[in-house]
DNA sequence: ATGTCGGCATTGTGCCGA
C-alpha cells in the first residue's frame, strides 16, 4: 500500500497539479492539507472519477485537510479531540480497509508565528492536545499512521540553513520538545527510521529562489505506531515535485506498507 | 531578510497567512 502526504497549499489553485500526480504516481491513500476550501467547494468529482473516496474537514479561506483512498474508508472522525472551541480544521481520520486495517491520520499542525504570542500558544497547546491523542490510538494497538504538515524541523539537520530558523516556531527548542513528546510514546518517524544525514527536504520557500538554491527545511513527516512501522518497506520525499509547473510550496512524502 | 503565492473582500488592490 503506498501512501503519501501532501501539502497542497489550495485545492482549487492546484487542482490539475494534484490530479496529474494522482495519475501519474496512483497512491492507494492520499492525505492532502491546506486544501483552503470549504467542504461543499472541494472539486470532488475528478477524485471520484479516478476511483477514489474522498472525505474532506475544510473551512473558509484557510487550513483544511482530506483523504483520497482506493480503498474503503471507515469510521471517519473529523478534528483533534480535546478541545471542542477550536474552529480550525487541521485534522482527519479514518480506518482504511486493506490487507489489514490501518487507522490513517492527516493533520496540519498550525504554523505558531510570530514566537511568542498567541499564535505559538495555539501551536503548543494543540501538540499538547496532539500527544494526548496519540497516547489514545497507541494504546488501540492497531497500526496507526499520523502524517501531514507538522510545521516542525525536528533537527538542525533537517534544514539547509539552521540558523535562519533558530527562533522559528518551527524549531524553537519547545516546538521539538513538544514534537519529540509525540514521537517517544513509541512512534517511528518513518523518514529518519531509513535515511540518514543532511540535504533532505520537504519545503521550499517561493521567495528568495530557495528551490533553485535548495534552500529548504523537512517539516512533512509520517509517524507510525510499531504495528504499522513492521509494516514498511520503504519511505521516500517526492523532491522533484517542487521543480514541476505550478508547483506547492510543499511536496508529497510517500510510505509503503506491506498491508 | 524577504526576490512569492493563495484566498478574501472587492471591482482594483490591499490585507492576511504562510
Known amino acids: 500500500m503506498q501512501i503519501a502526504t501532501f501539502n497542497v497549499n489550495g485545492i482549487k489553485a492546484r487542482i490539475e497539479t494534484v490530479l496529474d500526480w494522482l495519475d501519474r504516481e496512483q497512491p492507494d491513500v492520499a492525505l492532502l492539507q491546506?486544501?483552503?476550501?470549504?467542504?461543499?467547494?472541494?472539486?470532488?468529482?475528478?477524485?471520484?472519477?479516478?476511483?477514489?473516496?474522498?472525505?474532506?474537514?475544510?473551512?473558509?479561506?484557510?487550513?483544511?485537510?482530506?483523504?483520497?483512498?482506493k480503498l474503503p474508508l471507515e469510521d471517519v472522525t473529523r478534528g483533534l479531540p480535546g478541545d471542542p472551541?477550536?474552529?480550525?480544521?487541521?485534522?482527519?481520520?479514518?480506518?482504511?480497509?486493506g490487507a489489514q486495517a490501518i487507522r490513517i491520520c492527516g493533520l496540519y499542525l498550525p504554523n505558531g508565528n510570530p514566537a511568542p504570542g498567541p499564535k505559538y500558544d495555539y501551536k503548543l497547546g494543540w501538540m499538547a492536545r496532539l500527544e494526548a491523542h496519540a497516547r489514545d490510538l497507541m494504546a488501540s494497538e492497531d497500526p496507526v499512521l499520523m502524517a501531514g504538515d507538522y510545521n516542525i524541523i525536528p533537527q538542525d539537520e533537517d534544514a539547509a540553513r539552521p540558523e535562519a530558523w533558530a527562533k522559528d516556531a518551527l524549531a524553537l527548542p519547545a516546538s521539538r520538545e513538544a514534537f519529540r513528546r509525540i514521537v517517544h510514546l513509541g512512534f517511528t518517524e518513518a523518514f529518519r527510521a531509513r535515511t540518514r544525514g543532511t540535504g533532505h527536504y520537504s519545503f521550499w520557500d517561493y521567495q528568495a529562489g530557495a528551490w533553485d538554491r535548495n534552500d529548504g527545511i523537512r517539516i512533512d513527516h509520517v509517524l507510525l505506531s510499531p504495528q504499522a512501522a513492521d509494516l514498511m518497506t520503504d519511505c521516500r520525499i517526492e523532491a522533484e515535485m517542487r521543480g514541476r509547473e505550478k508547483p506547492s510550496d510543499h511536496v508529497p512524502v510517500w510510505v509503503t506498507l506491506d498491508a
Do not use: C
Not at 467542504?39 to 473551512?59: C, I, M, S, V
Open 34 to 69: 491546506e486544501i483552503k476550501s470549504v467542504d461543499e467547494a472541494f472539486p470532488r468529482a475528478p477524485f471520484e472519477d479516478r476511483g477514489y473516496n474522498l472525505e474532506t474537514h475544510g473551512q473558509k479561506g484557510f487550513n483544511g485537510v482530506a483523504i483520497l483512498s
Open 85 to 97: 472551541d477550536d474552529e480550525q480544521a487541521r485534522w482527519i481520520e479514518a480506518t482504511v480497509i
